[in-house]
Nanobody, 125 residues
Framework: QVQLVESGGGLVQAGDSLRLSCAASGRAFSSYTMGWFRQAAGKEREFVATIRSGISTRYADSVKGRFTISRDNANNTVYLQMNSLKPEDTAAYYC???????????????????WGQGTQVTVSS
């Protein structure tokens, strides 16, 4: 069983930066594929970024070049550095964990077994 706890959300202005953190409990964190998803009000959950057990990463086109996903396996934490934030980035952001094989389908929510409770990011114009 893996428990995920996100933090770092808040209210910022367009152009600002935020760093989200996701702390994971449980063993074998380094073997998990980790992902970030977001869900805006009235919309479906959408893929943001994923990182496999090594350093390979993948991003949604909408955040490529602005967001960076990283992980600290020693501290069981995954991060999402968000720069040049836009109002359309406003959403609840969720951290997800799945087995290593999740990487192949890492842009799909059903590739992941565990989810955090979410942290709200609001970007004002």
């Amino acid at each position: 069983q893996v428990q995920l706890v996100e933090s770092g959300g808040g209210l910022v202005q367009a152009g600002d930066s935020l760093r989200l953190s996701c702390a994971a409990s449980g063993r074998a964190f380094s073997s998990y594929t980790m992902g970030w998803f977001r869900q805006a009000a009235g919309k479906e959950r959408e893929f943001v970024a994923t990182i496999r057990s090594g350093i390979s990463t993948r991003y949604a086109d909408s955040v490529k070049g602005r967001f960076t996903i990283s992980r600290d396996n020693a501290n069981n934490t995954v991060y999402l550095q968000m720069n040049s934030l836009k109002p359309e980035d406003t959403a609840a952001y969720y951290c997800a964990a799945g087995p290593g094989t999740s990487w192949m389908r890492g842009q799909f929510p059903n590739a992941y077994n565990y989810w955090g409770q979410g942290t709200q990011v609001t970007v004002s114009s």
